[in-house]
T-cell receptor, first 112, second 118 residues
Framework: SQQGEEDPQALSIQEGENATMNCSYK?????LQWYRQNSGRGLVHLIL???NEREKHSGRLRVTLDTSKKSSSLLITASRAADTASYFC????????????WGAGTKLIIKP | EAQVTQNPRYLITVTGKKLTVTCSQN?????MSWYRQDPGLGLRQIYY???????DKGDVPEGYKVSRKEKRNFPLILESPSPNQTSLYFC?????????????????FGNGTRLTVT
């Protein structure tokens, strides 16, 4: 069952520009998490934002959460070639028994 | 170094030949899970385990088995693999935050096992 949907599916930008990815979901959540996956490798956790939070920062990453619109965005500022990866959002549903629901991901390419 | 270790990294096998993909974590995590990743479908959960001897089905458990005899190990077993199980498999672990009703801790992933069944 797919809850989160990332948008766009693919994004190509120049190094130094900002990259914004969006995630929409359908049902009430406890928290939303963003992960990065370099080509064919394991996913790496980036940020977790709880349902009572609106914005969170980590280095060049900024995540916002709008529970009224059931959506989240991930902003990467001053992108670098090393940011080239796929980015996934995952939602933890209320009373979900520790399960996460994953979106299909946004493929980000940073051009040098 | 804290990590989740999966083996093998690549596996090519034939239909019907039983195989096991191992997963081990050194972080004393209670929660472990198996996912498969297919193009355009994101991650789909196969099985998960809340603790030793406690396992439960995820979204796509058919054709798979798991066991959790020790806290650190969570092997994935394909008794009779079929071509539709060709996929990229990930093991993950976490230690859920017990202060909340639901999941509030990030997952730690292994590097994946690329399985091809011919």
């Amino acid at each position: 069952s797919q809850q989160g949907e990332e948008d766009p599916q693919a994004l190509s930008i120049q190094e130094g520009e900002n990259a914004t990815m969006n995630c929409s979901y359908k049902t009430s959540i406890n928290n939303l998490q963003w992960y990065r996956q370099n080509s064919g490798r394991g996913l790496v956790h980036l940020i977790l934002i709880r349902s009572n939070e609106r914005e969170k920062h980590s280095g060049r990453l900024r995540v916002t959460l709008d529970t009224s619109k059931k959506s989240s965005s991930l902003l990467i500022t001053a992108s670098r070639a090393a940011d080239t990866a796929s980015y996934f959002c995952a939602t933890a549903l209320m009373d979900s028994n520790y399960q996460l629901i994953w979106g299909a991901g946004t493929k980000l390419i940073i051009k040098p | 170094e804290a990590q989740v270790t999966q083996n093998p990294r690549y596996l090519i096998t034939v239909t019907g030949k039983k195989l096991t993909v191992t997963c081990s974590q050194n972080m004393n995590h209670e929660y472990m899970s198996w996912y498969r990743q297919d193009p355009g479908l994101g991650l789909r959960q196969i099985y998960y385990s809340m603790n030793v001897e406690v396992t439960d089905k995820g979204d796509v458990p058919e054709g798979y088995k798991v066991s959790r005899k020790e806290k650190r190990n969570f092997p994935l077993i394909l008794e009779s693999p079929s071509p539709n199980q060709t996929s990229l498999y990930f093991c993950a672990s976490s230690s859920p935050d017990r202060g909340f009703l639901s999941y509030n801790s990030p997952l730690h992933f292994g590097n994946g096992t690329r399985l091809t069944v011919t």
